[in-house]
């Protein structure tokens, strides 16, 4: 059985996943307009992909039974392969011959939603959390009267 | 002496475990919130504990031969909860099931639950307590 | 009960002290009797209550040690195991101390 520490790092474990997400997400926003990257390529938007954390007795990821269970993780941070975005610019220096900018495939308004959906996920986490604090407090008062 | 104790200590903490089981399985559902793929999962116990009780609308199983198999547990020191992984609600496009609305409302009620039986728990034992203050 | 011989059970010594004294001791040999054809209730009561209190215990130490070492899923049953055992033992004290307060009123007896 799962005992109230290994419950609380499940939701820890939830809790770092979204964190990550809202980074990568923060990233996102931030370079909406960067239209020269490292590569000197546009910005392309990125976004994460979770997994389900499960080990069992031999390391191997199977859910067998409740010991298993682990939360999850960020297996990878994914670049989104969408082709960047055409905008007509003529006065921007990145401009290209016809007056066009490639601009990266941001979609910010996009982002604003994922960000809350994060918030979201991650605050769900933090309830989880304390509801697991107060099975703690509530078993510790039995036959305390 | 066994019999001291009220039926509420093999009860109780049954459904105890099954509560905290539940927080975990909670937890793990959350954690997967936007998981791909990720099917919830849940806690059976409450029915088993209502049938091995004899409190179901269900038709029982009638065995004539020991030998035959009862679907039903037929004493409460039988029932146990399971884990169950449920395949068949709403979907998002990449598979994952879990409604965080949902899940979090479960959350609350389970924790609510959980902190009512630890209540009962209390009392009972406070009962005997009382009873037996004084006895060095 | 006494044993072995001793000059109070004469009981034709001549001593009225004495001849009560032996009186008396008939008279509690017999209460003693009588709480001697009770007396494997008592006992069988004590023994099933201090087996209980030892069951309980022993769990209650497995329980918590388990939960020392990181072993215990659930606090609430480490607790309600405790709580058990503190049960079950002052069960027993309340047990033990009725029957030896009964014996005592039984040997209280006056002729």
């Given amino acids: 059985m799962l005992d109230i520490f290994d419950t609380m790092n499940i939701s820890a474990s939830g809790m770092t996943a979204q964190r990550f997400r809202l980074d990568v997400i923060s990233n996102n926003i931030a370079n909406a307009e960067t239209t020269r990257g490292e590569n000197g390529e546009p910005y392309r938007r990125k976004t994460v992909v979770f997994s389900e954390v499960l080990r069992d007795a031999l390391g191997k990821s199977q859910y067998n039974s409740i010991e298993d269970l682990n939360g999850v993780e960020v297996s990878r941070v994914a670049e989104d392969m969408r082709p960047f975005k055409m905008v007509y610019d003529p006065s921007h220096p990145d401009a290209d011959g016809e007056g066009y900018v490639k601009m990266p495939n941001v979609n910010v308004m996009r982002e604003m939603v994922d960000l809350i959906g994060a918030q979201r996920a991650y605050e769900a986490n933090v309830s989880s959390i304390n509801a697991t604090k107060a099975f703690a407090n509530a078993a510790l008062r039995i036959g305390r009267g | ?136 | 009960m006494a044993g072995g011989v001793d000059p109070i059970n004469n009981i034709n010594s001549l001593d009225p002290i004495k001849r009560i004294q032996k009186l008396n001791r008939e008279k509690t040999e017999k209460a003693g009797e009588a709480a001697g054809k009770t007396e494997p209730d008592f006992q069988k009561v004590l023994d099933q209550a201090i087996q209980e209190v030892n069951s309980q215990r022993k769990a209650s130490t497995q329980a918590r040690n388990d939960f020392a070492a990181g072993k215990i899923s659930n606090i609430h049953d480490v607790i309600i195991t405790a709580e058990k055992a503190g049960i079950s033992l002052r069960m027993t004290m309340e047990i033990r101390n009725k029957i030896v307060d009964s014996y005592k009123e039984i040997m209280r007896m006056q002729l």
């Fill in chain 2, 1 to 136: 002496m066994s019999d001291f104790f009220s039926s509420n200590f093999d009860t109780l903490p049954k459904a105890l475990d099954a509560s905290a089981l539940s927080n975990t399985i909670i937890a793990q559902n959350l954690a997967n919130v936007e998981t791909p793929g990720y099917k919830r999962k849940e806690v059976d116990f409450e029915n088993y504990l209502r049938k091995a009780m004899g409190d179901s609308d269900d038709l029982r199983m009638k065995t004539d031969n020991t030998k035959h198999i009862s679907n039903y547990p037929n004493d409460i020191s039988s029932v146990k909860p399971r884990v169950r992984t449920v395949e068949d609600t709403l979907i998002t496009n990449d598979g994952n099931n879990v409604d965080i609305d949902r899940e979090e409302a479960l959350l609350a009620a389970n924790t609510i639950r959980y902190q009512s039986l630890s209540r009962l728990m209390d009392m009972t034992i406070s009962g005997y307590n009382t009873v037996l203050r004084g006895v060095t």
